[in-house]
């Protein structure tokens, strides 16, 4: 029951608990608190997926005393039945599969990320104009673009990089709240959180993963640099930036101020401010979706760790 229990909780948050998330309204006026709720389902979703895992390889190789399997494959197809068997073994076999690919889409979007950032960097380097002006940082980039654009390439060797087409078609204070938004992404490494959301979406079986997370991420991300963005310069040129820039795309491996999701963002900014009381809930809610899978993973490792330390 434990195993199916886990398996349960596993395909629920990899999938429908994720599509009604990303349809909720709420997150926009709880962008940080609403991040940290996604973090705590597709973490619990690995952890549940873990274990059923260990739950069915304690099924199908019973530990003695001495902590031997005390059961063979004969035995235990003669006592569960092959259908059931055979489920248990799909489902351990899956759970395997899951950790290597979790493992290996770490490292996989780690190393594809960085080399398209730092040949992206490289480029606008050479191409890019560093001009002095009353905005002007160091790691800015001026492209001789005639489209609005703006986006940031994160990393140790970090880059802002706007457009000459951005700074006449925007005032100071816009060209400002842009500069702000980008230095928000910088600052919080907002990158990361993403490549977490890219890495555990990829490790999934394709029949079970949900895009919704990743997608939902995106956005919260970007809201939260636009409410450091507001801080520094007001939601009007913020606004008025983002419907310039909103046919902008970033490269890949960048986080760019314009790009689809600048109609909601817009809209956003002239509506209902933050909520404390919904991030509340929401950071309630993230401790109670993580409370379960965790503990217990953990007790049957602190058992055994007890009986072993004790034998």
Known sequence: MSALAFTIV?????????AMLARARWPLRAPRAAIVLWQSIALAAVLSAFSAGIAIASRLFVPGPDGRPTATITSE?????????TAYVVVFVLTLMIGARLMASVVG???ATRRRRAH????????GAHRSRPWGQHGLRILDVAEPLAYCLPGVR??????????????????????????AHLRARHDLVL????????????LVRSAH?????????????????????????????????????????????????????????GGK????????????????????????????WLNELHRLFLA
């Not at 596993?10 to 994720?18: H, R």
């Not at 197809?77 to 068997?85: E, Q």
């Not at 992206?120 to 191409?127: A, C, E, G, I, P």
């Open 10 to 18: 596993a395909l629920l948050l990899s999938g429908p608990v994720p």
């Open 77 to 85: 197809i003669d006592a569960l039945g092959w259908p059931l068997w």
């Open 109 to 111: 979007v780690a190393i």
């Open 120 to 127: 992206h960097r490289m480029v606008v380097d050479l191409v």
């Open 158 to 183: 970090s880059r802002v990089v706007v457009s000459e087409g951005a700074l006449k078609a925007l005032s100071d204070s816009e060209v400002g709240a842009i500069l702000e938004h980008e230095r």
């Open 195 to 206: 490549e977490m959301f890219t890495a555990v979406h990829a490790a999934f079986p394709r």
């Open 213 to 269: 997370a990743l997608q939902a991420v995106r956005l919260l991300i970007e809201l939260l640099a636009d409410d450091a963005a507001v801080r520094a310069e007001g939601p009007t040129p913020l606004a008025r930036a983002l419907v310039a820039c909103a046919s902008s795309r970033a490269p890949s491996g960048a986080l760019a101020a314009g790009g689809p999701t600048a109609v909601v963002r817009v809209r956003r900014l």
């Open 273 to 300: 401010p933050n909520s404390r009381i919904l991030a509340a809930c929401a950071y309630v809610a993230a401790a109670a979706v993580l409370v379960f899978p965790t503990v217990a993973l953990a007790v049957p």
